[in-house]
């Protein structure tokens, strides 16, 4: 006969109770029972309320049944085989949903774009920044010592004979030169003067004391430039570590102005240097 409350046989109808009071019997808690079963306490307060779902699988139940009733002197073998146990609920299986194949080669080309697209955001103002500069690089104004001749055509001579024509180019050298800028050259400094030496080669910027640019250029090494009093207002001085600078026939120590191995300094009414905080 079954309960109609439990849908356990009448055999094993109020096991939990009975599990409870064997244990109240033994004089144990659920605490001290699991640990001499090794399971948490809610796994024995689960099994004394008969609360299956709250352990598992029938197997798990049964298990645990098992080895409680034995614990507490119970039939345990007969209390695990005949104790009704709800069937574990099956998993639902969700079925995937089919991409199709051009679906998926038309998501990876988007990826891709994307990627390619990114790439080109990044790297192509960085290309043209870079080409700029490069470019920009040529313009630098160069010193000619001396002239350089540069061979062009003269004129075209044309002469006819019978139907053809015949064009010779008569070359005709051109020469191209730029005076030296004013103080600038090897000439030794005089008293008073600011000399600035370079040993290696050095971008400069020398501007006058109202502003104006006196000199902006590639210096190579060798060099020297000479300026008299009053006639310098700035300077940066490009590779400071190969520069050397005399004020007054004495040396002057470039340290206080260098700062990224760049020289900035500024000439007061005295000739004396001050730094420039940039």
């Known amino acids: ?27 144990i808690t659920p605490a001290e029972a699991g640990a001499k079963l090794k399971m948490p306490t809610h796994v024995i307060e689960a ?3 008969e609360d299956w779902s709250k352990i598992g ?12 009733a034995k614990l507490l002197g119970l039939p345990a073998d007969a209390i695990a085989a005949n104790v009704a146990v709800p069937a574990a609920k099956a998993a639902e299986l969700v079925p995937r949903t089919y991409t199709p194949r051009m679906q998926r080669v038309a998501e990876q080309a988007g ?6 697209l990114i790439t ?3 790297a192509v103002p960085v290309w043209l920044a870079t080409r700029s500069h490069l470019d920009g690089g040529a313009n630098d104004a160069v010193s000619l010592d001396g002239g350089a001749a540069v ?13 053809a024509t015949q064009v010779r180019a008569q070359p005709e050298p051109l020469v191209a030169s730029i005076a ?10 005089a008293a008073g003067d600011l000399a600035v030496t370079f040993s290696g080669e050095s971008w400069v910027r020398v501007t006058a004391p109202d502003g ?13 430039r000479v300026f008299k009093p009053g006639q310098l207002g700035q300077a940066v001085l490009g590779n400071a570590q190969a520069i050397s600078v005399q004020y007054q026939g004495r040396p002057v120590d470039l340290a206080p102005y260098i700062r990224a191995n760049v020289a900035r300094f500024t000439v007061s009414s005295d000739g004396s240097l001050q730094p420039v905080d940039r």
């Not at 061979?151 to 139907?163: F, R, W």
Request: hydrophobic content about 40%.
């Open 47 to 49: 099994l004394e309320r």
């Open 120 to 122: 080109a955001t990044i």
């Open 180 to 189: 030296p800028l004013p103080q600038r050259g090897s000439a030794m400094a």
């Open 151 to 163: 061979t062009l055509p003269k004129a075209v001579d044309t002469s006819a004979a019978g139907d």
């Open 57 to 68: 699988a029938p197997v798990f139940v049964r298990g645990h049944l098992r080895s409680y």
């Open 1 to 27: 006969m079954t309960s109609l409350e439990t849908g356990m046989p009448e055999t094993v109808r109020g096991i939990g109770e009975r599990l409870r009071q064997a244990r109240v019997r033994a004089g």
């Open 111 to 116: 990826r891709r774009l994307v990627y390619v």
């Open 212 to 224: 104006s640019i006196i000199e902006q250029a590639l210096v190579q090494p060798g060099q020297q």
